[in-house]
T-cell receptor, first 114, second 113 residues
Framework: DTEVTQTPKHLVMGMTNKKSLKCEQH?????MYWYKQKAKKPPELMFV???????INESVPSRFSPECPNSSLLNLHLHALQPEDSALYLC?????????????FGQGTRLTVV | DAKTTQPNSMESNEEEPVHLPCNHS???????IHWYRQLPSQGPEYVIH???SNVNNRMASLAIAEDRKSSTLILHRATLRDAAVYYC??????????????FGKGTKLSVKP
């Protein structure tokens, strides 16, 4: 099983809402990532978790709050987002985050903020 | 972050080989060269990766220059399904233990029937 599952596939939320994105993998991977992708642009790294600990935050605004409750699950909590935060949010995982390991990506959650 | 340079777009005919180039002149000794592709409306998909030697798998081949400053992804027989954006990425040792995937602009490959 080389699958990274993201839910929901689509999400529409208002600027005052609180919502969460979920990512799950059962490959035993210990590194997990959140990326943001705007239309016709490459994915941009947001957060990296290594062994359930946040190791990298790429200067992401605090309205995005990641959480890694266990080694299989990664959440992204959203609060007070802006319309410009509308994008495809991608989750990825890799065995241990080292340079020689490949990453597996989910299909993403397409978020629209209204 | 280490950087890569790729052509913005390339065209290929179906069933012909495709050579996708990538320059990475600032590569360091421990950076692995990774290739991913992203089909329309999908998440990125791993293609291949290597360090110094050429690599082959069921999807593609990766040819790495002797000085490691460039590499070429080779699709042996392009199909319509191979139309995608191809990203060449140096997975570096960010912070000494993490190998992050930082995407550049990639090459949009079009395949003509």
């Amino acid at each position: 099983d080389t699958e990274v599952t993201q839910t929901p596939k689509h999400l529409v939320m208002g600027m005052t809402n609180k919502k969460s994105l979920k990512c799950e993998q059962h490959m035993g991977h210990r590194a997990m990532y959140w990326y943001k992708q705007k239309a016709k642009k490459p994915p941009e790294l947001m957060f990296v978790y290594s062994y359930e600990k946040l190791s990298i935050n790429e200067s992401v605004p605090s309205r995005f709050s990641p959480e890694c409750p266990n080694s299989s699950l990664l959440n992204l909590h959203l609060h007070a987002l802006q319309p410009e935060d509308s994008a495809l949010y991608l989750c990825a995982s890799s065995q241990n985050g080292r340079t020689e390991t490949e990453a597996f990506f989910g299909q993403g959650t397409r978020l629209t903020v209204v | 972050d280490a950087k890569t340079t790729q052509p913005n777009s390339m065209e290929s005919n179906e069933e012909e080989p495709v050579h996708l180039p990538c320059n990475h002149s600032t590569i360091s000794g421990t950076d692995y060269i990774h290739w991913y592709r992203q089909l329309p409306s999908q998440g990125p998909e791993y293609v291949i990766h290597g360090l110094t030697s050429n690599v082959n798998n069921r999807m593609a081949s990766l040819a790495i220059a002797e000085d490691r400053k460039s590499s070429t992804l080779i699709l042996h027989r392009a199909t319509l399904r191979d139309a995608a954006v191809y990203y060449c990425i140096l997975r570096d040792n960010y912070g000494g233990s993490q190998g992050n995937l930082i995407f550049g602009k990639g090459t949009k490959l079009s395949v003509k029937p």
